[in-house]
């Protein structure tokens, strides 16, 4: 049986109703049906499609961005800071190893300079002994005595040297026993205490008192003699060192023609 136009509008507004769309009267203009989806029938716009879902994107990936940005900083921030750290190390460990070779060449340099300090130390004892054995063969006994004991002109030359070897003078071996029998010898000869010191021999009195013991005392005692008189003393009111001329020359004032 054909549809009647009542039956027809009345089927449209049944399904506008459960569609939502409204069905116009006779007469009016019908409007076209909403777009459908791929199964025939409509749907809701995805949000991402939406201006709030564009600009949420929009914000999540400028977020991103800005993260990636922050961290890139900060990866460049930790890596110069770790660069810094390392060069810092190897500076640290250059300065050191530079101070460790300082360290061990002033110490060759100074094992050294105390080998050739210890080098001349020895030298000057050697060259001490050999003035000592000098003046000993050239019969200058009581000279010898008294270098032999850190004193006198001869010694001064040796301390200024030891002490700037950072040293010092010191007395020959038997230097002291030999001092001891040396001043025994004068002063049973001169018939007094004789003194071999610093400064000089004390006690020797005067040359001319001493003519007769010269005189008769033979050529050890005249050599003995002529060795303490050509020292002297330097001590106040006693006669300092003459020469063995000179004292020849007073020895033979007082002394009778054809003793000498």
Do not use: C, H, W, Y
């Not at 930790?78 to 750290?85: G, K, P, S």
């Not at 060449?105 to 300090?117: C, F, K, L, S």
């Not at 040297?161 to 010092?168: P, Q, V």
């Amino acid at each position: 049986m054909a549809k009647t136009i009542d039956r027809i509008l009345a089927e449209r507004r049944d399904l506008a109703e459960r569609t939502g769309v409204s069905t116009p009267q006779t007469g009016t203009t019908v409007d076209a049906p909403p777009l459908l989806d791929g199964a025939g029938t409509s749907g809701p716009t995805p949000f991402s499609q939406t201006q709030a879902g564009l600009t949420f994107s929009a914000e999540q990936e400028r977020q991103s961005l800005l993260i990636q940005r922050q961290n890139a900083e900060e990866l460049a921030r930790v890596q110069q800071r770790d660069a810094l750290i390392r060069q810092q190390q190897e500076q640290a460990f250059q300065t050191q190893q530079l101070n460790r070779r300082f360290a061990e060449e002033g110490r060759i340099r100074a094992q050294e300079r105390e080998r050739t300090r210890q080098a001349n130390i020895s030298q000057l004892r050697v060259e001490r002994q050999s003035v000592f054995a000098q003046l000993i063969a050239n019969k200058d006994e009581v000279r010898a005595i008294i270098f032999a004991l850190g004193f006198g002109p001869e010694n001064d030359a040796f301390d200024a040297r030891a002490r700037s070897l950072g040293t010092t003078i010191q007395e020959l071996k038997g230097a002291r026993q030999l001092e001891t029998t040396t001043e025994a010898a004068l002063g049973r000869v001169l018939g007094r205490e004789v003194d071999i010191g610093r400064e000089g021999v004390r006690g020797l009195g005067t040359a001319i008192s001493s003519a007769r013991s010269f005189v008769q005392g033979g050529a050890d005692v005249q050599t003995l003699l002529t060795s303490a008189f050509g020292v002297g003393s330097l001590r106040e009111g006693e006669q300092p060192g003459i020469s063995a001329a000179r004292l020849g020359e007073l020895i033979e004032s007082v002394t009778p023609q054809g003793i000498l």
